[in-house]
């Protein structure tokens, strides 16, 4: 569904959704219409999330499969390449897809607001800081296993994770371009062409990683350089269809010095989005990284790494979900629709407990095969076996409250948000994690179980926090953004406040 298909440049609520915003809430009141609106909004939220699901699952695969070939190389090189993985998520990919996060908030609510022309300076404001803060996450990179073995971890898995990141280093460029990309489309709900590009990326990639890895010999190093060709492909594709695509034509008119104009409109929901994102990314990262401090560390960090990796391959389903979210919020939010976005968080919390489900009993009847995708080491596919109903466990919480993050994120809330996983995983989960691992011996088992704690503490503030809002008043709070944006570049958009914000219709927005 590619939303930017049939945009028109008019004026924020035109006639059209004035008469959709002031029955907001009296439709809701008519139990006639309930049902029918959730129909409605489910079948628009599937078809979204559909794609994103894809596109999540598909771009994510990148690193899982470079992380397969090293593992049929030997348990050294499954550890290297999954710790060197670990390591570049913490200190460059997590905090690039963070920060990026935030096009969804400005984009989208602009996007709702039918101000298309800020979409493309969001976009730009945010790629100029992610390739300047690509710089120094570089150099942190280049000195991987410096780092590594200063933190006791072994020093033969240190040595070989530090290989991979180096020859990696340009792929942390492309990841935030990339990202920028996504979220510019996924928020004017184009989503096919991201699906496309990344189906074609994938394919890319396992050739490219067969050729270099075994065919020429390259082993770890060649994974590292198949991960670059395929991250700067991808966002060839994708600068290629938002400069020649009528998608995109009213939403992007090329380069402006507006983008170098207002930096803090972006950084100020940038940064509390890449703390409340890495703040939970870290959380995990850290738990394959205190796996090396185990009595058996190969065994315990391939089996933890795998167990991630495996994780965050099902998490991505939750993205897309919450990525779906995420943009129906905002969209009805810059819109001044509250009711129809309060509407899609129910909708999504529905389907995002049924895909928990789902997904929680295919990992459980799966334990025992799983463990050979990455491994031939019998006693690895015996250990991740064990392991695996407490990662179906995981699954369920975490896709949960991906979803309810969505939604966060489409409303703005990346600084709550960044308090709740601050609470929920470094005073909660690592403690649990550390006491259970190390003091009362249960190991990697121990480590995931601190995790568990973790979300259900994060599960039950975002549904506190979610049930207490006023959804009135987050739609004043999308328009004013919005006019700030557009102040910002030296434009009035009175219009955004017309008459469905009075006073006497809406008194919760005064």
């Given at each position: 569904m590619e939303g930017g298909e049939n945009l028109a440049p008019e004026s924020a609520y035109g006639d059209n959704n004035k008469n959709i915003h002031v029955a907001g809430s009296e439709a809701c009141q008519q139990g006639c219409c309930c049902g029918l609106d959730a129909i409605g909004e489910a079948k628009r939220q599937l078809g979204l999330a559909g794609p994103l699901i894809v596109v999540s699952i598909l771009q994510n695969s990148i690193q899982l499969i470079s992380v397969m070939f090293n593992g049929h190389l030997g348990e050294l090189s499954l550890s290297s390449a999954s710790l060197a993985t670990s390591f570049a998520s913490v200190t460059g990919f997590s905090v690039l897809l963070g920060m990026a996060s935030a096009l969804e908030t400005l984009c989208g609510q602009a996007y709702g607001a039918k101000q298309y022309h800020l979409l493309g300076i969001h976009m730009q404001r945010a790629v100029l800081t992610l390739l300047t803060i690509s710089i120094p996450l570089s150099v942190i990179w280049f000195c991987t296993s410096t780092i590594l073995i200063s933190l006791h971890q072994d020093h033969e898995i240190s040595t070989g994770a530090g290989t991979f990141n180096r020859w990696m280093i340009p792929s942390l460029f492309a990841f935030?371009?990339?990202?920028?990309?996504?979220?510019?489309?996924?928020?004017?709900?184009?989503?096919?062409?991201?699906?496309?590009?990344?189906g074609v990326t994938a394919l890319l990639h396992t050739i490219v990683c067969w050729l270099l890895v075994y065919k020429f010999g390259l082993g770890i190093r060649g994974a590292a350089l198949a991960n670059n060709i395929s991250y700067w492909f991808n966002v060839f594709l994708l600068a290629i269809y938002v400069k020649f695509s009528g998608a995109c034509r009213h939403s992007w008119?090329?380069?402006?010095?507006?983008?170098?104009?207002?930096?803090?409109?972006?950084?100020?929901?940038?940064?509390?989005?890449?703390?409340?994102?890495?703040?939970?990314?870290?959380?995990?990262?850290?738990?394959?990284?205190?796996?090396?401090?185990?009595?058996?560390?190969?065994?315990e960090t391939s089996v933890l790494s795998i167990s991630v990796n495996t994780m965050w391959m099902v998490?991505?389903?939750?993205?897309?979900?919450?990525?779906?979210?995420?943009?129906?919020?905002?969209?009805?939010?810059?819109?001044?629709?509250?009711?129809?976005?309060?509407?899609?968080?129910?909708?999504?919390?529905v389907v995002a407990l049924s895909e928990g489900v789902f997904v929680g009993i295919v990992t459980i009847l799966a334990r025992h095969v799983w463990g050979k995708l990455f491994s031939n080491e019998k006693e690895v596919i015996r250990y991740v076996a064990k392991i695996m109903p407490l990662l179906?466990?995981?699954?369920?919480?975490?896709?949960?409250?991906?979803?309810?993050?969505?939604?966060?994120?489409?409303?703005?809330?990346?600084?709550?948000?960044?308090?709740?996983?601050?609470?929920?995983?470094?005073?909660?989960?690592?403690?649990?994690?550390?006491?259970?691992?190390?003091?009362?011996?249960?190991?990697?088992?121990?480590?995931?179980?601190?995790?568990?704690?973790?979300?259900?503490?994060?599960?039950?503030?975002?549904?506190?926090?979610?049930?207490?809002?006023?959804?009135?008043?987050?739609?004043?709070?999308?328009?004013?953004?919005?006019?700030?944006?557009?102040?910002?570049?030296?434009?009035?958009?009175?219009?955004?406040?017309?008459?469905?914000?009075?006073?006497?219709?809406?008194?919760?927005?005064?």
């Open positions: 935030g371009l990339l990202q920028c990309l996504n979220r510019f489309l996924q928020t004017q709900n184009i989503v096919f062409p991201m699906m496309i590009s990344s008119a090329g380069f402006s010095k507006d983008a170098f104009h207002d930096f803090f409109s972006f950084m100020r929901l940038a940064i509390p989005s890449a703390v409340m994102i890495c703040f939970e990314y870290w959380s995990f990262e850290m738990i394959v990284l205190l796996s090396g401090l185990l009595k058996n560390p190969k065994l998490y991505m389903v939750s993205v897309g979900l919450g990525g779906a979210i995420s943009s129906r919020v905002s969209n009805e939010l810059g819109a001044g629709q509250p009711q129809r976005a309060r509407l899609a968080l129910v909708v999504a919390i179906a466990l995981s699954d369920f919480l975490d896709g949960f409250q991906c979803v309810l993050s969505g939604a966060a994120r489409g409303c703005g809330w990346q600084k709550l948000c960044a308090f709740i996983n601050l609470g929920a995983y470094y005073v909660v989960a690592i403690p649990s994690a550390v006491l259970l691992a190390f003091f009362f011996q249960i190991g990697a088992m121990g480590l995931w179980i601190g995790i568990i704690c973790g979300l259900s503490v994060q599960v039950i503030a975002l549904i506190t926090l979610i049930a207490c809002t006023n959804w009135d008043n987050e739609a004043m709070k999308a328009v004013r953004r919005v006019q700030e944006a557009g102040r910002g570049i030296g434009i009035e958009t009175e219009s955004l406040l017309s008459e469905e914000f009075n006073a006497d219709q809406h008194p919760a927005l005064t």
